[in-house]
């Protein structure tokens, strides 16, 4: 069975629908890539499976739960956790003081402690820990909302552009973090460095105006005719 199954998924912003009828299935421990263009839909719809859009129409279910209209609070209960687009973390808490916030979500008492220390370890940022958030490069900000989502141990992770802004060195450390994670946890990776996804997905999920253009394994996927011509259709084929 499915982790995570999205039906019908449909979001309309005054008269733009951005997200059309997705239909999507993520097998349990699965690192699954979602590449498009830019305004193809791909952030509506992981706000739509997180919980922080409602939907037009169409139906989240999660481990065989409709969860559609759940908020986002219960669904992390549940074991979604998410980074976004835009860094959300507490510049003004210190690394430790952010993950330890996250973590409470899912975690009580003793366990809450290692959580938080495994969380930055797998991150690489425990020598990071009393440092207040808002000091930390942009990279070591976005390493730092990877531990926030780790220590609530998700079941389902959802990174959405994760590298962006990140050096060479960082984007290779965070290639090794994923790699440590899958099996374990289910990846959903929005992703617009192509070698990072066809070093990383099993499986990649292409969206184009709103659909789901092609779906298949990066071979299939390099291959494809559709995506090449949605790619090679924009002025830049590496925005994606
Ligand atoms: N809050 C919003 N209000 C109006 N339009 C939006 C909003 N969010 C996204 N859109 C539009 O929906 C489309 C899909 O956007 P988005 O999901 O951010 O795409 P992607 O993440 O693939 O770049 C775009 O045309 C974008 O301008
Ligand atoms: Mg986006």
Known sequence: MSL??????TRDFDGLRAVDGVDLDLAAGE?????????????????????RIAPSRGRVIL???DITRLPAHRRMRLGMAYTFQITSVFTGLSVAENVWLAARR?????????????????????????????????????????????????????????????????IAGFQALVRDLAGEVTILLIEHNMAVVMALAERITVMAGGRILAEGTPPEIHAN????????GGDDAADC
Do not use: C
């Open 4 to 9: 995570l199954s999205v039906r019908g998924l």
């Open 31 to 51: 690192v699954r890539a979602l590449i498009g263009p830019n305004g193809a839909g791909k952030t509506t719809l992981v706000g739509m499976i997180a919980g």
């Open 63 to 65: 481990d065989g739960r």
């Open 106 to 170: 899912r975690v009580r008492g003793a366990g809450l402690a290692q959580a938080v220390r495994a969380a930055l370890a797998r991150v690489g940022l425990e020598g990071r820990a009393d440092q207040v958030a808002g000091d930390l490069a942009y990279g070591h900000q976005r390493l730092l909302e990877i531990a926030m989502g780790l220590a609530q141990r998700p079941r389902l992770l959802i990174l959405d552009e994760p590298t962006q802004g990140l050096s060479e060195g960082e």
């Open 225 to 232: 005719r559709a995506v090449q011509a949605a790619y090679l």
